[in-house]
């Protein structure tokens, strides 16, 4: 049995006026004729211009900047008001981006430049998540250091590698490396002696070299690698 062209018709424009994930239509300025809840998301409305369906928006945009029916919506209130939409998504999108874990600005910035945001639209959200002390990029730096201290310790030039990828700016890095007091020789022993267990069964000579590669791996530069290494041979009774 063939659909009425009509029917397929009808049936189209149910899913794209339902739907709040459908891609924008190009809405175009007009007259609101029409603001109705959408079906399957009631924090969501639709909204008609000049008769027919133009866009999807969050009700609480909606209602911060006022629209009603008969709101006559020029070229400068449409952009105003589609906006303040991309701006609703793209914090929502951070937030919910932020609920696993605390992030650094940088990696809030990348994620919304993949997500298809604009710059100026990133810049304004992570604005509103500065504000309401969503994001510190001085607290993620120290917790980030704290957190390695605690569970792989590593040398300061891995930590600052590791801070330069997340996108935390080389002068808050290099404020809070100085301010968290590591002891990169306490905590290069530390995981120098737990390792040297493993090499056990090798050649002293073999077993300094895996040594000296892993924890340069570590970030550990060669001067703490030289003591480190030195501190175990005295444990040891070998000459240095």
Not at 177 to 186: A, K, R
């Amino acid at each position: 049995m063939t659909t009425p062209k009509s029917s397929r018709t009808n049936a189209r424009s149910r899913r794209t006026t339902d739907n709040a994930e459908q891609p924008p239509l190009d809405p175009q300025p007009g007259t609101v004729t029409a603001i109705q809840s959408q079906t399957h998301d009631p924090d969501r409305v639709n909204v008609f211009v000049d008769g027919e369906f133009s866009f999807g928006l969050a009700r609480d945009v909606a209602t911060d900047f006022g629209l009603d029916k008969d709101r006559i919506l020029d070229e400068a209130a449409l952009a105003d008001v589609l906006a303040r939409e991309q701006l609703h998504k793209a914090t929502n999108a951070a937030l919910h981006f932020l609920a696993h874990r605390p992030r650094s600005e940088g990696e809030i910035r990348q994620r919304l430049r993949k997500g298809g945001y604009p710059k100026a639209t990133i810049e304004q959200t992570l604005d509103k998540l500065r504000d309401w002390h969503y994001v510190d990029d001085s607290d993620f730096a120290r917790r980030w250091i704290e957190n390695r201290g605690a569970h792989r310790p590593r040398g300061a030039r891995l930590l600052a590698q590791e801070l330069r990828a997340k996108g935390i700016d080389p002068e808050i890095m290099s404020v809070v490396l100085d301010e968290s007091g590591i002891d990169e020789l306490t905590d290069a022993l530390t995981i120098a002696r737990m390792r040297d267990r493993q090499l056990s069964g090798l050649e002293p000579a073999v077993r300094e070299r895996r040594l000296s590669g892993f924890l340069a791996r570590r970030g550990y530069d060669y001067d703490v690698i030289r003591q480190t290494l030195n501190t175990l041979r005295e444990e040891a009774g070998l000459p240095e």
